[in-house]
């Protein structure tokens, strides 16, 4: 389908016939990352969004994000790519003069471009982000009692939970397919010496291990340990004894790790006795909502 008069009513009847949740992803055939999708939400409306990308693919271009916002998009992470940038309208006409408009005018396809489309629904994915703040409001008052006081969060949103020198770091997350798991780690080392030896030695510790596991970031020489609870239906004692192995097994290896492969413990980082960093990245990072 090439002429934009045939694809523009093709596209209005898909739009009109959508039900609450669904959407219509159009995009140039052979651009998979130029897509514009027009979805129904729960109040019987129209958005026309550009989607939000997951952090394996490139962030859209600052040209288009710039685009967007010229056009009345509007992210509510800008810095987040995997949020969606999203315009209301008013009926079917006006979201399908949009798609065909951001198509030739923002990604820069030509007017004829073929265009593949695809059609899908947004009810899992709202679903389970229901599920993900009821885990997240659960996992804040547990935090809560254990602290004494409501816990700090990070730039991600994710809960950080002082333990003695250890910082645990609680992670609620969406994994693919709509299951909530929740990430339970700390930075144990910084600055190591990334040889052979290293990733033998945690694999054999590993293999020793019944709950956890190191984990090496080598492009940011940073040691890890994490543990992950599956569903939203963990129970306290669950979560408690999650965090209790996570900080304990962080102390008891930083500072044995440091002396057979340098570097720094991340205590020390924390009281600013190295001029080494945090880690920019985390462990599983890619791959949820």
């Known amino acids: 389908m090439t002429d934009p008069a045939t ?9 009109e016939a959508l039900e609450p949740f669904g959407f219509v992803a159009v995009g ?5 990352l130029h897509v514009v999708e027009v979805t129904r939400p729960t109040d019987g409306g129209l958005e026309v969004r550009a989607p939000g990308r ?21 992210c509510e992470d ?13 009926d079917g006409s006006a979201a399908v003069d949009l798609v065909q408009t951001l198509l030739v005018e ?9 265009i593949d489309v695809a059609h899908g ?15 997240r409001e659960r996992i804040e008052k547990l935090l809560t009692e254990t602290a004494g006081r409501r816990p700090e969060q990070d730039s991600d949103q994710d809960y950080v939970l002082p333990i003695g020198d250890v910082h645990v770091i609680v992670a609620p997350r969406i994994a693919p397919g709509g299951v909530v798991v929740v990430r339970i780690f700390a930075i144990t080392n910084v600055g190591v010496n990334v040889i052979p030896e290293l990733g033998l030695f945690l694999a054999r510790l590993n293999f020793g291990l019944m709950f956890g596991r190191f984990a ?5 020489r940073s040691i890890w340990f994490d543990e992950t609870l599956l569903g939203d239906q963990f129970s306290d004692e669950e979560l408690r004894f999650a965090i209790h192995v996570v900080a304990s097994t962080a102390d008891e290896w ?8 340098g570097g720094d413990t991340y205590q020390e980082v924390l009281k600013g006795r190295t001029d080494l960093e945090t880690p920019p990245a985390k462990p599983g990072q890619g791959g949820y909502l």
């Open 216 to 220: 090496l970031d080598a492009e940011h």
């Open 54 to 74: 997951p952090r394996l693919l490139p962030d859209l271009p600052a040209a288009v994000r710039s685009a967007l916002r010229e056009r009345g998009f509007a």
């Open 106 to 114: 923002v990604f820069g396809e030509k007017p004829d471009v073929a």
């Open 28 to 32: 140039p055939a052979g651009h998979p």
């Open 7 to 15: 694809m523009r009513t093709f596209l209005l009847g898909e739009v």
């Open 78 to 90: 800008p810095a987040d790519q995997t949020k969606p940038w999203v315009r209301r309208v008013d």
């Open 254 to 261: 930083d500072d044995r790790l440091k002396q057979m492969f």
């Open 121 to 135: 629904s947004h009810k899992a994915e709202q679903e389970a982000r229901q599920k993900l703040a009821a885990a």
